[in-house]
């Protein structure tokens, strides 16, 4: 990610990489998952690049996002903040898992500034909560005993199982230097400074009809099982959305299978072909 901007927000200087393209249409904002940095869009920016403004920062705790003080804050805050000092009045996000959430959230508090919406495996605040499968939940056992024992490294491997092979996978189904991404990221993550408390927003779910259109939704059938559900729910909910099941992908379409995501992006209408 070669950063082009800090915007300082309290507490913290976000690191953010703007390719403006003058084509006409709001920038495509990137916004990552909770178990990665903004390296998660590296095939979705370099598709990008030279055919539509595109954007991606990374969050208070993640990547090069310096934290200065731990802070209450909030992510649609901060969003908010980096769109503000770059000018930008209207955009179209994408979010995967938590960068979905922060996505729905932005788009419920500040509507006309949200161009348009794709939601990738997107976590909700207020969802109901989860009822585990047996193999989601012996993973998600197994790292709460490593973040007990403050093994790092275990938790790591462990998450990098659970969101990047799917729960159900053997260990290693996604290797090479996607694998060695995830764990960069994550790594980095698991042992940044606090960047302080998030703080909660309203619940989205059961105001997600709200929303409105262009709205997208992309999954991968390998992810857990209960997310997979959810976005089914979605968009039975939201009949306008457009929906893009992926066959053979987890919980991370963008940096498992970057050529798939730029498709759906591309039929979907954000990316020339």
Do not use: K
Request: aromatic share 6%; glycine share 10%; hydrophobic share 50%.
């Amino acid at each position: 990610m070669q950063i082009t901007h800090r915007i300082a927000v309290d507490g913290a200087a976000l690191a953010v990489e703007y390719r403006p393209h003058d084509d006409g249409r709001p920038p495509l904002v990137f916004l990552h998952a909770g178990v990665t940095d903004g390296r998660l869009w590296d095939g979705a920016m370099a598709a990008a690049a030279g055919r539509r403004s595109a954007l991606r920062m990374d969050r208070r705790g993640f990547g090069q996002t310096r934290i200065e003080a731990a802070r209450p804050h909030a992510w649609i805050a901060d969003l908010r903040a980096m769109l503000d000092a770059l000018g930008l009045a209207c955009v179209e996000l994408v979010g995967c898992s938590q960068g979905g959430r922060i996505a729905i959230d932005f788009a419920l508090a500040w509507p006309e500034r949200v161009a348009g919406l794709t939601l990738v495996a997107p976590s909700v605040s207020g969802a109901p909560a989860p009822a585990l499968d047996a193999a989601s939940q012996a993973l998600v056992d197994a790292i709460g005993a490593a973040e007990a024992a403050g093994d790092a490294d275990e938790v790591n491997r462990l998450e990098a199982r659970l969101w990047l092979d799917g729960p159900a996978q053997p260990e290693g189904r996604v290797g090479g230097a996607a694998r060695a991404l995830f764990l960069a990221m994550n790594g980095a993550a698991l042992r940044s400074p606090s960047p302080g408390e998030p703080e909660a927003p309203a619940p989205a779910w059961p105001r997600l009809e709200a929303l409105r259109s262009p709205l997208r939704l992309v999954w991968g059938d390998l992810d857990l099982p209960h997310l997979v559900e959810r976005c089914r729910t979605m968009a039975a909910w939201l009949p306008a959305a457009r929906c893009w099941p992926l066959a053979g992908v987890a919980h991370l379409p963008p940096l498992e299978a970057p050529q798939v995501f730029n498709a759906v992006l591309r039929e979907a209408g954000l990316l020339e072909s």
